[in-house]
């Protein structure tokens, strides 16, 4: 995989965690995380005919910004630690 390829899932994992308002409250490790996913991500695309798809969470395959908008979802659930979830836990979730 490419440099390029790489950096630019960086930035959009990174980008959708941030939209999603995920933190652990200690920034490199998350950065490390999104690294961490952003390679997972690229090692799972395939070539079809010419064609990149990536795999998605719910079986099948997609498009890139449509399958790391989904893979990033689900890690996003996986890991927690997002405004959404905090707000399903009593008093805004552990301190």
């Known amino acids: 995989m490419s440099n390029e390829r790489l950096h630019e899932t960086i930035a959009d994992v990174a ?3 941030g939209a999603h308002r995920h933190y652990s409250r200690d920034s490199r490790r998350d950065i490390q995380t999104y690294i961490t996913w952003a390679r997972e991500f690229e090692s799972a695309r ?3 005919n010419g064609d990149e798809q990536y ?3 719910a079986g099948g395959t997609d498009n890139y910004m449509t399958a790391v908008e989904a893979f990033t979802e689900a890690k996003l ?3 927690g ?5 905090r707000a399903l836990e009593p008093f805004g979730g552990p301190r």
Request: glycine share 0%.
């Open 81 to 85: 630690n997002t405004d959404e979830q």
């Open 46 to 48: 395939i070539v079809v």
């Open 15 to 17: 980008y959708l965690a």
């Open 77 to 79: 659930a996986e890991a």
């Open 55 to 57: 795999p998605l969470p």
